[in-house]
């Protein structure tokens, strides 16, 4: 990690002075928390890939006879989720702060991995990073690419995110496709309706959330509003369900920028993760006068029966 101080040194002078200046001071713009598990099933396990077998049942009823006639059958075949592993490596010289308006991060001990700049980057920048890079760029949207040896790998790498797996499901005649046609803001609303219409009547009175990105929930929103039969004061009464439905809409940060929208019972959208977690996910060394933060972990998102999930993804090369 480069230490960037530049414009610091150039508008406050090259050297510390202590006038009151804190860690309150050193502001920046809000990261995004991580969402999209909390509407997952947990999942702990030390397996690497989370193996699942999907059950088929054949119709059994008959009309009555004396000779026996056999009706039925099992199917079963495999699913899998996997747990991807990440990382995060950094390294820097906090030696760089020490004669700058940013000299109170500056430590007096040895040990530079003490200092509070060290600790002042795990509080504020580590740890959301790590949330705003996972939700925003693997967990829906990731393409997973093996690593290159000796090369960091790419943001949104680390793992097949939720799109992918739909896409692939959606080919592989697996998870169901509805055809809704291009999301339009001024029909959003029907469109959200017709979909619904879609999903098997055995889940119909299922208690699901709809996901789709924030910006499609809010036109969801206004559409429903732009309705003549509804009676409203107020923007809070314009509320996400579904009418005559059990379905409720949810936005996801991580589907920023996409037309997508998919719906499963919450028991069949997994988050799997290691049963034994360590509870210091940074790891601290010190090289020299160099400072290394280094964490690692793993975890997967996934559906235990593809055939109970509902998405408007069309199969690849179909168009709208």
């Known amino acids: 990690m480069s230490v960037t101080i530049s414009e ?10 202590d006038a009151g200046q804190n860690k309150k001071r050193i502001l920046q713009m809000l990261t995004q928390p991580r969402e999209i598990t909390a509407f997952a099933t947990p999942i702990k396990t030390d397996d690497t890939i989370f193996r699942l077998a999907n059950a088929t049942f054949r119709s059994l009823v008959q009309p009555f006879q004396k000779a026996f ?3 039925g059958g099992v199917e079963f075949v495999p699913n899998e989720i996997r747990q991807y592993r990440f990382k995060i490596d950094d390294e820097f010289e906090p030696d760089e702060l020490v004669c700058t308006w940013n000299g109170f991060l500056a430590g007096k001990t040895v040990d530079r ?6 600790k002042w980057l795990i509080e504020v920048y580590y740890g959301k990073q790590i949330d705003q890079d996972m939700e925003l760029s693997e967990y829906y949207n990731g393409i997973y690419a093996a690593p290159v040896t000796g090369i960091a790998g790419g943001s949104g790498t680390g793992m097949n995110g939720l799109k992918k797996q739909l896409q692939m499901g959606v080919d592989a005649g697996t998870i169901n496709s509805v055809s809704i046609g291009s999301l339009d803001v001024s029909t959003i609303f029907d469109q959200v309706e017709s979909f619904t219409d879609e999903i098997s009547e055995v889940y119909q009175g299922i208690k699901m959330n709809v996901f789709m990105s924030h910006w499609w929930y809010k036109k969801y929103l206004q559409d429903k509003r732009a309705q003549n039969f509804y009676q ?14 059990p379905l409720n809409v949810k936005a996801l940060a991580s589907m920023v920028g996409t037309d997508d929208i998919f719906c499963t019972p919450a028991e069949n959208f997994l988050h799997v993760s290691p049963a034994t977690l360590t509870k210091n996910l940074f790891k601290l060394e ?9 964490a690692d972990w793993s975890e997967g998102l996934g559906f235990g029966v593809n055939q109970a999930v509902w998405t408007n993804i ?5 168009g709208v």
């Open 8 to 17: 610091i040194i150039k508008e406050y002078g090259a050297y510390y002075i």
């Open 69 to 71: 006639t056999q009706k």
């Open 113 to 118: 991995k003490d200092w509070p700049f060290v």
């Open 232 to 245: 409203k004061t107020s923007d809070q009464q314009i509320d996400a369900g579904i009418d005559f439905t």
């Open 286 to 294: 010190e090289a020299k006068r160099s400072v290394a933060v280094m």
């Open 314 to 318: 069309l199969p690849s090369g179909s």
